[in-house]
């Protein structure tokens, strides 16, 4: 018989579907002369599907190496009435199955950003 796995992340995770803004801050400091279709400063769009105290998992169509830092910004109107703004780092990237938010599925950690709005994102996907 089969033992049930047990969930390895210390914070639950909870999964709706919202837009966000993505602008590429800065790749890590051994990355350089590579070949990638974003440079830094450079944006792109693309979409959540969960989130939690410390990170979150955004659907997009680029590829960028683990350790990129990303200025997220979730625009005003889908969680409070102004945007929510936070800088993660990419912990993993996975190829996406399926097309139909990104090619890419891209885990973030939660670096910096304001305690109160991470919290009202979190209720929001309750």
Do not use: W
Not at 27 to 52: C, H, M, Q
Not at 55 to 69: A, H, K, Y
Request: charged share 35%; with cysteine.
């Amino acid at each position: 018989m089969h033992k049930p796995e047990k969930e390895l992340r210390r914070a639950k995770r909870e999964t709706k579907i919202i837009p966000v803004d993505c602008v590429v801050e800065k790749f890590p400091p051994d990355i350089y002369g590579e070949k990638f279709k974003l440079k830094a400063g450079d944006s792109f769009r693309g979409t959540t599907i969960n989130v939690s105290e410390t990170g979150m998992l955004i659907n997009c169509d680029f590829v960028l190496p683990e350790r990129t830092v990303l200025k997220i910004t979730i625009p005003g109107g889908e969680i409070k009435d102004t945007q929510i703004v936070l800088k993660a780092s990419i912990a993993r990237v996975k190829r996406n199955a399926y097309k139909i938010f990104g090619r890419y599925a891209v885990g973030l950690q939660i670096i910096e950003g304001k305690k109160e709005d991470i919290e009202k994102l979190i209720k929001h996907f309750n």
